[in-house]
């Protein structure tokens, strides 16, 4: 591709981020996808959502949420005002200018994370992939799933990662229920293949979340988001420790944690 054609894709995307006409296609509309789509309908862009489950789809298209954080009303405004679709035709991915894929990564029997689901969903993207689409993966996943098992597939079209169409890892990091913090004052972090990559995205992202932490390399968000887990993780263990340890002295473990 010339480099002619390199600045345009770019110039392109990041002209229907200024201008909100970009479509954006949320793969996977559960507790990550749906939450995201309101946030991009919101910031005024119109949202295509796919879903293999036609029971979501159908819901949504009446208006109906099945996600606790997102109220049918909301849902419902959106819908109306032809600002949010669903579809469980995967063919129409040809359609968003920006593609977020928030499809599951449950553990395996072996606890290793079960990645068919991207694999599955990068297939159907890359089926329609086109010059001048953002692919952005949400999941969760072990460092190196963007670069080695997505972006191969995708580039299996012929096009240039970072001149004709655009990847990066962006890990969701909602934590639902939280009266705080939700998807769009939880700080996003943004990691492309390539520094346009990271542009492109930040850029489409920009308008729904209110501050965005962009990283050098799709490896180094998925390396947060695995810090970040871990961290909870050893927190959670050191916090139950300490609550067996206080209970067998007779001793308040909210007194320690507090004084502490
Ligand atoms: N729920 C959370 O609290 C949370 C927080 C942070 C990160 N995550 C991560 O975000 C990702 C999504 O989690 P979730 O909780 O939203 O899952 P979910 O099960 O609520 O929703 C996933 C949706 O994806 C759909 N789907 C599955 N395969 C598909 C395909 N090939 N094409 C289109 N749609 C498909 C399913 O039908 C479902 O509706 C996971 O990797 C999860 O680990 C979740």
Known sequence: MSVVNAVSHEAQ???????????????GL???????????????????????NPRAVDGINAGRSHVQD??????????????????????????????????????????????????AATDSVARTLRAGQAVVLESTTYPGTTRDLMLPALEKRGLK??????????????????????????PKVIGGVTAACT???????????????PV????????????ENTFRSVNIGL???????CDKLGVDVWEVIEAA
């Open 161 to 186: 990662v970072g001149e004709d169409f655009f990847v990066a890892f962006s890990p969701e990091r909602v934590d639902p229920g939280n009266p705080r913090y939700n998807t769009r004052n939880t």
């Open 239 to 245: 916090v139950n420790e300490m609550a067996i340890v």
């Open 70 to 119: 997102i109220a049918s009303e909301t849902l419902a405004g959106f819908v109306t005002a032809g600002r949010i679709a669903a579809t469980t035709d995967l063919a129409r991915m040809r359609e968003p200018d920006c593609i977020a894929v928030c499809v599951p990564t449950p553990l395996s029997k072996t606890r290793d994370p079960d990645v068919s689901y991207i694999v």
């Open 30 to 52: 559960g507790y990550v996808g749906l939450p995201l789509a309101v946030e991009m309908a919101r910031a005024g862009y119109r949202v295509l959502g796919f879903d293999i």
């Open 199 to 213: 542009r492109v995205v930040s850029a489409l992202y920009e308008p729904a979340i209110d501050t965005l932490v």
């Open 216 to 227: 050098q390399s799709p490896e180094a968000a998925e390396l947060v988001k695995l810090l």
């Open 13 to 27: 995307l990041l002209e229907k981020a200024r201008t909100r006409t970009a479509l954006i296609g949320v793969v």
